[in-house]
């Protein structure tokens, strides 16, 4: 069964054919708006969301089919203590596609591997958010035109932000692509993300906790937001918050056609007085998130087929949990196998992808 938990399991061909069935959608929504007649998306959201949830929803909706789920795991039998194995069990005999998002790094996956329907990621912990780089990829064709030799600066919270994660994985497959990261010390970019991903494509990257010293040379500036609720020392979170403040002043050292990404929510990272800058396109990428979710949605259903979910190859099984990071959903699932991806002299967990050390 076809799912989408990591970027990467898009190829760059199906990603060019989810953005060209994204552009038709944009230009004959009619011709899609009986297409999953009969057909149920169940969306299980397990952590707070304003656009992944309702786009995913409205997406559905507007492709002809209808939505249940839940918002809140509080009013789930998870509450009681079931696994997210059994909820996707479960789940797979009233829908025909999930959304999943949860706090749990690898929860998505562990769905997938139980589910009988596609299961998408909608946002695993601090881990991945596939369907948010649908979203900007889109963006990034309609504003600039291109995925090569751009210059990318990621500022703020690299540390947490799966959005960036992700976003990195899908920038590594193309070609001139120079990343810049910007953030202060105590959230930089995991070392994985940093040596598996960047330095293992060559990709040319600098580090800086220096914003304005930088901006002059981006074409495209993802800022993020602190993410208050991943850490462990409130006061750590107060001190960081609001490091980075882009506003209308900085904007004026930027390119002409510098474009401003945000994933949203915003808190104070962008000020408003850039809202009507048209560089500024965080608006779009909420828009542009909605169609790719339906391009996504489509695709997944019309390749469907009823088959068992199957182990996976790549991964190597262990009998204890080699995983320590403390939000991998291995730490309390039950029932789960324990599982590694090896590569050369380096092993990671199968499920959040931290640095498995011997
Ligand atoms: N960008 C994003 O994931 O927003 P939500 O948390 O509101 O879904």
């Known amino acids: 069964m076809r799912s989408v938990i990591d970027i990467l399991d898009l190829s760059v061909c199906e990603l060019d054919e989810l953005i060209k069935t994204a552009c038709d959608m944009i230009e004959n929504p009619e011709k899609y708006s009986d297409i999953c007649r009969g057909k149920k998306l169940a969306t299980l959201f397990f952590e707070p969301s304003t656009r992944t949830r309702l786009s995913f929803e409205s997406a559905m909706l507007e492709l002809g089919g209808s939505v249940i789920g839940f918002s809140d795991a509080k009013n789930t039998s998870a509450s009681k203590g079931e696994t997210v194995a059994d909820t996707a069990r479960v789940v797979s005999c009233y829908a025909d596609i999930i959304a999943m998002r949860h706090p749990l790094?690898?929860?998505?996956?562990?769905?997938?591997?139980?589910?009988?329907?596609?299961?998408?990621?909608?946002?695993?912990?601090?881990h991945a958010?596939?369907?948010?780089?649908?979203?900007?990829?889109?963006t990034i064709h309609r504003e600039k035109g291109r995925f090569n030799d751009l210059t990318v600066g990621f500022c703020g919270d690299l540390k947490y932000g799966r959005p960036v994660h992700s976003l990195i994985h899908a920038l590594s497959r193309y070609t001139g692509i120079k990343i810049v990261l910007i953030s202060p010390s105590e959230l930089v970019l995991p070392e994985n993300i940093k040596h598996d991903v960047i330095e293992k494509h060559n990709m040319p990257y600098v580090e800086t906790d220096d914003l304005e010293s930088v901006l002059p040379e981006l074409d495209i500036l993802y800022m993020t937001r602190v993410q208050?609720?991943?850490?462990?020392?409130?006061?750590?979170?107060?001190?960081l918050k609001s490091r980075y403040i882009l506003n209308a002043e900085k904007m004026k050292s930027a390119k002409s056609d510098m474009i401003v990404l945000h994933?949203?929510?915003r808190v104070e990272e962008i000020s408003v007085d850039i809202d009507k800058d048209p560089r500024a396109c965080y608006f779009k990428q909420v828009a542009n998130g909605k169609i790719m979710r339906k391009a996504l949605i489509l695709k997944l259903l019309s390749e469907a087929k009823l088959e068992h979910p199957a182990r996976n190859e790549n991964y190597t099984y262990t009998a204890t949990n080699p995983c320590t990071h403390k939000r991998c959903i291995s730490q309390v699932e039950r029932g789960l196998d324990f599982a590694v991806i090896q590569s050369g002299e380096s092993k990671c967990c199968a499920y959040c992808e931290s640095v498995i050390k011997n």
């Open 105 to 126: 790094e690898g929860a998505p996956l562990v769905a997938s591997l139980n589910a009988s329907i596609p299961v998408i990621n909608a946002g695993d912990g601090g």
């Open 263 to 265: 994933p949203l929510p």
């Open 129 to 138: 958010h596939p369907t948010q780089t649908l979203a900007d990829l889109l």
């Open 228 to 239: 208050g609720e991943r850490f462990d020392d409130q006061d750590e979170y107060e001190r």
